[in-house]
Protein backbone atom coordinates (compact mmCIF):
# COMPACT_ATOMS: atom_id res chain seq x y z
CA UNK A 1 0.00 0.00 0.00
CA UNK A 2 3.02 2.39 0.17
CA UNK A 3 2.84 2.50 -3.55
CA UNK A 4 -0.31 3.97 -3.67
CA UNK A 5 0.84 7.50 -2.95
CA UNK A 6 3.52 7.22 -5.33
CA UNK A 7 0.39 5.84 -8.38
CA UNK A 8 -1.82 8.78 -7.32
CA UNK A 9 1.19 11.64 -8.10
CA UNK A 10 2.19 9.58 -11.16
CA UNK A 11 -1.53 9.83 -12.34
CA UNK A 12 -1.80 13.50 -11.80
CA UNK A 13 1.57 14.28 -13.75
CA UNK A 14 -0.08 12.20 -16.43
CA UNK A 15 -3.46 13.10 -16.43
CA UNK A 16 -2.15 16.98 -16.11
CA UNK A 17 0.36 16.72 -19.14
CA UNK A 18 -2.33 15.00 -21.28
CA UNK A 19 -4.47 17.70 -20.75
CA UNK A 20 -1.78 20.84 -21.00
CA UNK A 21 -0.52 19.10 -24.49
CA UNK A 22 -3.46 16.65 -26.04
CA UNK A 23 -1.23 14.26 -26.01
CA UNK A 24 -1.80 10.44 -24.54
CA UNK A 25 -0.43 9.60 -20.73
CA UNK A 26 1.57 6.61 -22.32
CA UNK A 27 5.02 8.08 -23.10
CA UNK A 28 4.91 9.19 -19.80
CA UNK A 29 2.98 6.39 -17.76
CA UNK A 30 5.43 3.39 -19.24
CA UNK A 31 8.55 4.35 -18.17
CA UNK A 32 7.87 5.54 -14.67
CA UNK A 33 5.51 2.30 -14.40
CA UNK A 34 8.47 0.16 -15.50
CA UNK A 35 10.59 1.98 -12.67
CA UNK A 36 8.36 1.80 -9.95
CA UNK A 37 7.44 -2.17 -10.65
CA UNK A 38 11.38 -2.90 -10.58
CA UNK A 39 11.69 -1.08 -7.27
CA UNK A 40 8.49 -3.58 -6.07
CA UNK A 41 10.71 -6.22 -7.62
CA UNK A 42 8.44 -7.84 -9.50
CA UNK A 43 9.44 -10.20 -11.61
CA UNK A 44 12.00 -8.74 -14.29
CA UNK A 45 11.10 -10.79 -16.93
CA UNK A 46 7.16 -9.68 -16.51
CA UNK A 47 7.75 -5.64 -15.84
CA UNK A 48 7.81 -4.49 -19.16
CA UNK A 49 4.50 -5.89 -20.55
CA UNK A 50 3.14 -4.92 -17.03
CA UNK A 51 4.32 -1.63 -17.75
CA UNK A 52 2.56 -1.58 -21.39
CA UNK A 53 -0.57 -3.45 -20.36
CA UNK A 54 -1.61 -0.91 -17.22
CA UNK A 55 -0.73 2.10 -19.14
CA UNK A 56 -3.07 0.90 -21.70
CA UNK A 57 -6.04 0.12 -18.97
CA UNK A 58 -5.28 3.48 -18.04
CA UNK A 59 -5.67 5.14 -21.25
CA UNK A 60 -9.27 3.75 -21.87
CA UNK A 61 -10.62 5.69 -18.46
CA UNK A 62 -8.60 8.56 -19.79
CA UNK A 63 -9.51 8.45 -23.38
CA UNK A 64 -13.95 8.29 -22.20
CA UNK A 65 -13.05 11.51 -19.92
CA UNK A 66 -11.73 13.23 -23.14
CA UNK A 67 -13.96 12.00 -26.08
CA UNK A 68 -16.88 13.23 -24.09
CA UNK A 69 -15.61 16.67 -23.75
CA UNK A 70 -14.06 16.67 -27.36
CA UNK A 71 -17.99 14.93 -28.48
CA UNK A 72 -19.82 18.24 -26.11
CA UNK A 73 -17.97 20.72 -28.44
CA UNK A 74 -18.81 19.08 -31.32
CA UNK A 75 -15.31 18.42 -32.26
CA UNK A 76 -15.62 14.58 -33.24
CA UNK A 77 -15.83 13.34 -37.15
CA UNK A 78 -17.91 9.74 -36.04
CA UNK A 79 -17.73 8.74 -39.69
CA UNK A 80 -14.30 8.75 -39.72
CA UNK A 81 -14.38 7.02 -35.90
CA UNK A 82 -16.91 4.47 -37.48
CA UNK A 83 -14.57 3.71 -40.39
CA UNK A 84 -11.49 3.21 -38.74
CA UNK A 85 -12.50 0.94 -35.56
CA UNK A 86 -12.53 -2.31 -37.43
CA UNK A 87 -8.96 -1.84 -38.45
CA UNK A 88 -8.13 -0.92 -34.73
CA UNK A 89 -9.38 -3.70 -33.49
CA UNK A 90 -7.78 -5.95 -35.74
CA UNK A 91 -4.43 -3.98 -35.29
CA UNK A 92 -4.63 -4.61 -31.75
CA UNK A 93 -5.29 -8.44 -31.73
CA UNK A 94 -2.16 -8.22 -34.00
CA UNK A 95 -0.29 -6.04 -31.41
CA UNK A 96 -0.95 -8.50 -28.69
CA UNK A 97 0.28 -11.43 -30.38
CA UNK A 98 3.57 -9.73 -31.33
CA UNK A 99 3.91 -8.11 -27.51
CA UNK A 100 3.39 -12.03 -26.52
CA UNK A 101 5.75 -13.21 -29.10
CA UNK A 102 8.78 -10.13 -28.24
CA UNK A 103 10.82 -10.27 -25.26
CA UNK A 104 10.79 -7.50 -22.76
CA UNK A 105 14.01 -5.72 -23.74
CA UNK A 106 12.79 -6.06 -27.48
CA UNK A 107 9.43 -3.86 -26.24
CA UNK A 108 11.74 -1.32 -24.37
CA UNK A 109 13.85 -0.48 -27.19
CA UNK A 110 10.66 -0.23 -29.06
CA UNK A 111 9.15 2.04 -27.26
CA UNK A 112 11.96 3.87 -26.50
CA UNK A 113 12.75 4.93 -30.66
CA UNK A 114 8.99 5.60 -30.69
CA UNK A 115 9.18 7.97 -27.61
CA UNK A 116 12.42 9.17 -29.70
CA UNK A 117 10.41 10.25 -32.41
CA UNK A 118 7.01 11.98 -30.56
CA UNK A 119 9.71 14.15 -29.17
CA UNK A 120 11.93 14.83 -32.50
CA UNK A 121 8.36 15.83 -33.76
CA UNK A 122 7.94 18.52 -31.37
CA UNK A 123 11.33 19.62 -31.25
CA UNK A 124 11.35 20.12 -34.99
CA UNK A 125 7.58 21.25 -35.08
CA UNK A 126 6.97 18.94 -37.91
CA UNK A 127 3.67 19.06 -38.98
CA UNK A 128 1.90 17.41 -42.15
CA UNK A 129 0.51 19.78 -44.88
CA UNK A 130 -3.31 19.35 -45.82
CA UNK A 131 -2.28 17.36 -48.98
CA UNK A 132 -5.73 14.97 -50.50
CA UNK A 133 -8.77 13.70 -48.60
CA UNK A 134 -9.80 10.99 -46.59
CA UNK A 135 -9.12 7.43 -48.07
CA UNK A 136 -12.21 5.06 -48.88
CA UNK A 137 -13.09 2.02 -46.31
CA UNK A 138 -9.71 0.47 -47.28
CA UNK A 139 -7.44 3.29 -46.86
CA UNK A 140 -9.15 4.01 -43.54
CA UNK A 141 -8.91 0.08 -42.93
CA UNK A 142 -5.48 0.23 -43.42
CA UNK A 143 -4.78 3.09 -41.00
CA UNK A 144 -6.39 1.44 -38.49
CA UNK A 145 -4.55 -1.80 -38.61
CA UNK A 146 -1.06 -0.21 -38.55
CA UNK A 147 -2.37 2.40 -35.85
CA UNK A 148 -3.99 -0.42 -33.49
CA UNK A 149 -1.01 -2.47 -33.71
CA UNK A 150 1.55 -0.24 -33.20
CA UNK A 151 -0.62 1.29 -30.25
CA UNK A 152 -0.66 -1.64 -28.77
CA UNK A 153 3.08 -2.37 -28.97
CA UNK A 154 3.79 0.90 -27.27
CA UNK A 155 0.58 1.87 -25.05
CA UNK A 156 -0.56 4.98 -26.80
CA UNK A 157 -3.96 5.87 -27.05
CA UNK A 158 -3.23 6.84 -31.16
CA UNK A 159 -2.98 10.43 -31.33
CA UNK A 160 0.50 10.69 -32.08
CA UNK A 161 -0.23 8.89 -35.62
CA UNK A 162 -3.91 10.06 -36.01
CA UNK A 163 -3.81 13.73 -35.90
CA UNK A 164 -0.94 14.04 -38.33
CA UNK A 165 -2.88 11.35 -40.79
CA UNK A 166 -6.52 13.63 -40.00
CA UNK A 167 -4.62 16.81 -40.69
CA UNK A 168 -3.26 15.69 -44.00
CA UNK A 169 -6.45 14.82 -44.69
CA UNK A 170 -7.79 17.96 -44.83
CA UNK A 171 -9.69 17.33 -41.38
CA UNK A 172 -9.39 20.91 -38.86
CA UNK A 173 -6.54 20.64 -36.90
CA UNK A 174 -9.84 21.09 -33.63
CA UNK A 175 -11.56 18.04 -35.09
CA UNK A 176 -8.71 16.16 -35.62
CA UNK A 177 -7.62 15.89 -32.33
CA UNK A 178 -11.30 15.40 -31.18
CA UNK A 179 -11.75 12.58 -33.62
CA UNK A 180 -8.60 11.40 -32.58
CA UNK A 181 -9.55 11.61 -28.53
CA UNK A 182 -13.04 8.92 -30.01
CA UNK A 183 -10.48 6.90 -31.76
CA UNK A 184 -8.45 6.72 -28.50
CA UNK A 185 -11.10 4.34 -27.08
CA UNK A 186 -10.89 1.23 -29.05
CA UNK A 187 -7.48 1.08 -29.80
CA UNK A 188 -7.32 1.48 -25.49
CA UNK A 189 -9.98 -1.09 -24.89
CA UNK A 190 -8.37 -3.50 -27.39
CA UNK A 191 -5.04 -3.30 -26.34
CA UNK A 192 -6.08 -3.98 -22.81
CA UNK A 193 -8.08 -6.83 -23.90
CA UNK A 194 -5.15 -8.22 -25.59
CA UNK A 195 -2.48 -7.39 -22.37
CA UNK A 196 -5.09 -9.47 -20.30
CA UNK A 197 -5.64 -12.73 -22.85
CA UNK A 198 -1.54 -12.82 -23.03
CA UNK A 199 -1.21 -12.17 -19.77
CA UNK A 200 -3.54 -14.49 -18.56
CA UNK A 201 -1.77 -18.06 -18.50
CA UNK A 202 1.60 -16.19 -16.94
CA UNK A 203 2.77 -17.45 -13.41
CA UNK A 204 4.34 -15.70 -10.29
CA UNK A 205 2.53 -12.24 -11.61
CA UNK A 206 2.45 -9.91 -8.34
CA UNK A 207 -1.13 -10.18 -6.82
CA UNK A 208 -3.91 -9.04 -7.71
CA UNK A 209 -3.49 -8.74 -11.58
CA UNK A 210 -5.64 -8.94 -14.61
CA UNK A 211 -3.38 -10.75 -17.31
CA UNK A 212 -0.44 -8.20 -17.62
CA UNK A 213 -2.72 -5.01 -15.95
CA UNK A 214 -1.61 -4.49 -12.36
CA UNK A 215 -4.97 -3.88 -10.58
CA UNK A 216 -4.11 -1.38 -7.90
CA UNK A 217 -1.95 0.77 -10.25
CA UNK A 218 -4.37 0.58 -12.80
CA UNK A 219 -7.28 2.03 -10.55
CA UNK A 220 -5.25 5.07 -8.78
CA UNK A 221 -3.45 6.26 -11.77
CA UNK A 222 -6.81 6.11 -13.67
CA UNK A 223 -8.49 7.84 -10.68
CA UNK A 224 -5.68 11.00 -10.44
CA UNK A 225 -5.09 11.23 -14.40
CA UNK A 226 -9.11 11.61 -14.85
CA UNK A 227 -9.56 14.17 -12.09
CA UNK A 228 -5.94 16.13 -13.43
CA UNK A 229 -6.26 16.25 -17.15
CA UNK A 230 -8.98 18.65 -16.88
CA UNK A 231 -6.69 21.01 -15.02
CA UNK A 232 -4.02 21.02 -17.94
CA UNK A 233 -6.58 21.65 -20.22
CA UNK A 234 -7.21 24.49 -18.25
CA UNK A 235 -3.76 25.44 -17.56
CA UNK A 236 -3.26 25.17 -21.66
CA UNK A 237 -4.88 28.52 -22.45
CA UNK A 238 -2.90 29.99 -19.82
CA UNK A 239 0.93 29.01 -20.24
CA UNK A 240 3.59 29.59 -23.10
CA UNK A 241 2.11 26.69 -24.71
CA UNK A 242 5.13 26.09 -27.07
CA UNK A 243 8.03 26.54 -24.51
CA UNK A 244 6.07 24.40 -22.38
CA UNK A 245 5.95 21.66 -25.56
CA UNK A 246 9.78 21.93 -25.88
CA UNK A 247 10.46 21.30 -22.41
CA UNK A 248 8.06 18.53 -22.61
CA UNK A 249 10.26 16.82 -25.15
CA UNK A 250 13.25 16.95 -23.73
CA UNK A 251 12.04 15.15 -20.85
CA UNK A 252 10.64 12.22 -23.39
CA UNK A 253 13.89 12.20 -24.44
CA UNK A 254 15.68 11.89 -21.08
CA UNK A 255 12.71 9.26 -19.93
CA UNK A 256 13.30 7.09 -23.00
CA UNK A 257 17.51 7.31 -22.57
CA UNK A 258 17.07 6.24 -18.54
CA UNK A 259 14.70 3.35 -20.28
CA UNK A 260 17.11 2.39 -22.61
CA UNK A 261 20.20 1.94 -19.84
CA UNK A 262 17.54 0.35 -17.17
CA UNK A 263 16.38 -2.22 -19.63
CA UNK A 264 19.60 -3.00 -21.60
CA UNK A 265 22.37 -2.33 -19.15
Given at each position: ???????????????????????????????????????????????????????????????????????????????????????????????????????????????????????????????????????????????????????????????????????????????????????????????????????????????????????????????????FASLGAKAAHRLPLE??RKAFAVLLLLLATKM??????
Amino acid sequence: MEWYPAYLLLGALAGFLGGLFGIGGGTILVPLLLWMFDAQHFPAEYTMHMALGTSMAVIAFTAMASMRKHHQHGAVNWAVVRSITPGILSGTVLGAISAAIIPGQGLGLLFAFFVYFAALQILLGLRPKAARQLPAWKGMSLMGVFTGWLSSLVSIGGGTLVIPFLVWCNVPLRHAIGTSSAIGLPVALGGSLGYILIGSHVGEMPEPHLGYIYLPAMLWVALASVSFASLGAKAAHRLPLEVLRKAFAVLLLLLATKMLFNVWL
